[in-house]
């Protein structure tokens, strides 16, 4: 079975850094491009950046450009998401992603909340 | 940026009602374009894929349709289950987007 396990999310204080790691078991992670895809509260989708299988290429959305740096550990069956100088709008579940052929996203781990307030 | 337009924002239909949302996209993205259900409190379903295509273990009640800059979701027979939010997503360039999201209410 197919599992995406997020850990990470957490209250930051404006400007503050935080990495996201996402657990991939049940299939061959080093096979697969990853996304992570982020939702505000009450908000609709976002997606926020991508990282081919092999770690590159990689992809950022603009409002994480620059803030923000994709990493994944093939040996590890992980992925990253450090972020960096966060922002009140920052605040979002992130949802680690998978990405099969063509670039469906066809699994979605059950998501990590970081809230970003002082 | 590629810009995804769905409509309705909204629906309220009843159980056995054909209920069909459309999503546009500034330019053409051939058939690159997926659709998600997204219930309450919970992570999207990816429902369809190259605008068409039936994702495995996906009721066959739900459809998919288009190309270019105009696509369609169609549930043939609404069910009480499908009471959720539906994203389109267009992922023929980055950076990849979202339609709003239509939520459907089901009487």
């Known amino acids: 079975e197919v599992q995406l396990v997020e850990s990470g999310g957490d209250l930051i204080q404006p400007g503050g850094s935080l990495r996201l790691s996402c657990a991939a078991s049940?299939?061959?992670?080093?096979?697969?491009?990853m996304n992570w895809i982020r939702q505000a509260p009450g908000k609709g989708l976002e997606w926020i950046s991508y990282?081919?299988?092999?770690?590159?290429?990689?992809k950022y959305a603009d409002s994480v450009k620059g803030r923000s740096t994709i990493s994944r550990d093939n040996a590890r069956n992980s992925l990253y998401l450090q972020m960096n100088g966060l922002r009140d709008e920052d605040t979002a579940i992130y949802y680690c992603?998978?990405?099969?052929?063509?670039?469906?996203?066809?699994?979605w781990g059950q998501g990590s909340l970081v809230t970003v307030s002082s | 940026d590629i810009q995804m337009t769905q409509s309705p924002s909204t629906l309220s239909a009843s159980v056995g009602d054909r209920v069909t949302i459309t999503c546009r996209a500034s330019?053409?993205?051939?058939?690159?374009l997926a659709w998600y259900q997204q219930r309450p409190g919970k992570a999207p379903n990816l429902l369809i894929y190259q605008a068409s295509s039936l994702e495995s273990d996906v009721p066959f009640r739900f459809s998919g349709s288009g190309s270019g800059t105009e696509f369609t979701l169609t549930i043939s027979t609404l069910q009480a289950d499908d009471s959720a939010t539906y994203y389109c997503q267009q992922y023929f360039d980055f950076p990849w987007t979202f339609g709003q999201g239509t939520k459907v209410e089901v009487k």
């Open positions: 992603v998978r990405v099969s052929g063509g670039g469906r996203s066809d699994y």
């Open positions: 330019q053409s993205i051939n058939s690159w």
């Open positions: 049940g299939f061959t992670f080093s096979t697969y491009d």
């Open positions: 990282i081919g299988r092999s770690g590159s290429p990689i």
